[in-house]
């Protein structure tokens, strides 16, 4: 069964770096693009960065501080590099993905399950 497994998160004080990563397991064909979106209590969750055929797009709380990316030797682990962070990035981070599980089969839409990131100030 395809699934995201979501690691790397912990405690970091503000204006340090943490990095986490994706991997997406269970006989995948293809991923379309990969998302990050984070969540707080009492908040709706929020979109954070998108891979896309390559090319990254990013909320704007995250321009100039995270990068997203695809990694070099396993193309089924993709990664969220965050820097500078500060304590209001403290969330649950989710990574979303939207794969085929064949050549020409729809899309379908997958989530982890998260990693928690908490920012001290």
């Known amino acids: 069964q395809a699934q995201l497994v979501e690691s790397g998160g912990g405690l970091v004080q503000a204006g340090g770096s943490l990095s986490l990563s994706c991997a997406a397991s269970?006989?995948?064909?293809?991923?379309?693009?990969m998302r990050w979106y984070r969540q707080t209590p009492g908040k709706q969750r929020e979109w954070v960065a998108t891979l896309r055929d390559g090319s990254p797009t990013y909320a704007d709380p995250a321009k100039g501080r995270f990068t997203i990316s695809r990694d070099r030797a396993e193309n089924t682990i993709y990664h969220l590099l965050m820097n500078n962070l500060k304590p209001e990035d403290t969330a649950v981070y989710l990574c979303?993905?939207?794969?085929?599980?064949?050549?020409?089969?729809?899309?379908?839409?997958?989530w982890g399950q998260g990693t928690q990131v908490t920012v001290s100030s």
């Open positions: 269970g006989n995948i064909y293809s991923i379309n693009a």
């Open positions: 979303n993905a939207d794969v085929r599980m064949r050549r020409g089969g729809p899309l379908n839409t997958l």
